[in-house]
């Protein structure tokens, strides 16, 4: 169903977009995809998949490479996040929805790197995954992954974790969107219509890709939440 209020204000007199249920869907979701696909855990490196799973956000450069921050999600509990330093305690004030000892230090290596610095970090965070699947009794069952790379390969062989295909399960989680999200995408394409409006004010013969993008993302940063 279509909502009857929109807008990027909160306000107590209507529900316009219900966060707290949008949260609960998407997390759902990726549970739903768990269960049809078998798995008994979801590791998720890529900021989309993250995202959806915790809901919580990250400075810039923290999504530059996947796995500098990952998501444990494990069979009927909250979501495990492994965050970059002290970040995590900025989730732990913001993200009451995600329980305060949910929330880990990553174990990050460069994607594809190789030599014994790599090897040191990867088993670190191997055995820190393989703890927690094992206080839930889950580490005989095959275990979901956005991403692989050899280091992990080799660990997660030693450690005995059969890994397999996470993308596909959360493909299918994020490709249905419930009636909140449905109002973010319009309200973002709102906002790329206003600014295609904008660049047609600015625009004549002459003024330069550059100088067009400033005056665009000068006229979006001007939204509050936009980026």
């Not at 909160?10 to 990726?30: S, Y």
């Not at 969107?177 to 309200?187: A, F, V, Y």
């Not at 973002?188 to 904008?198: N, S």
């Not at 004010?201 to 400033?214: F, L, Q, S, Y």
Request: a neutral charge; aromatic letters at 10%; glycine letters at 6%.
């Amino acid at each position: 169903n279509d909502m009857a209020n929109f807008g990027m204000v909160g306000v107590d007199w209507q529900e316009l977009i219900n966060w707290d249920r949008m949260r609960k869907f998407r997390l759902n979701r990726a549970r739903q995809m768990m269960k049809e696909f078998g798995l008994g855990s979801l590791l998720c490196m890529y900021e989309e998949n993250i995202r959806h799973i915790t809901s919580t956000l990250t400075p810039n450069w923290n999504k530059l490479k996947p796995g500098l921050r990952y998501v444990l999600l494990i069979e009927d509990q909250e979501p495990i996040l492994f965050e970059q330093g002290d970040i995590g305690f900025q989730i732990q004030r913001h993200c009451p929805w995600i329980p305060k000892e949910n929330v880990r230090y990553s174990y990050a290596w460069i994607r594809g790197a190789a030599g014994p610095a790599s090897k040191v970090q990867v088993r670190k965070f191997t055995d820190s995954i393989l703890r927690e699947l094992k206080k839930a009794g889950v580490e005989k069952r095959p275990m979901g992954t956005d991403l692989i790379d050899q280091n992990m390969i080799t660990a997660f062989q030693e450690a005995g974790i059969t890994w397999t295909d996470g993308v596909t399960p959360m493909m299918r989680a994020r490709a249905v969107k419930n009636q909140d999200e449905h109002e973010c995408l319009r309200i973002c394409a709102a906002l790329c219509d206003a600014t295609h409006y904008e660049i047609s004010k600015i625009i004549r013969p002459g003024i330069t890709e550059n100088e067009v993008t400033a005056h665009a993302m000068k006229y979006l940063y001007s939204f509050p939440g936009v980026e």
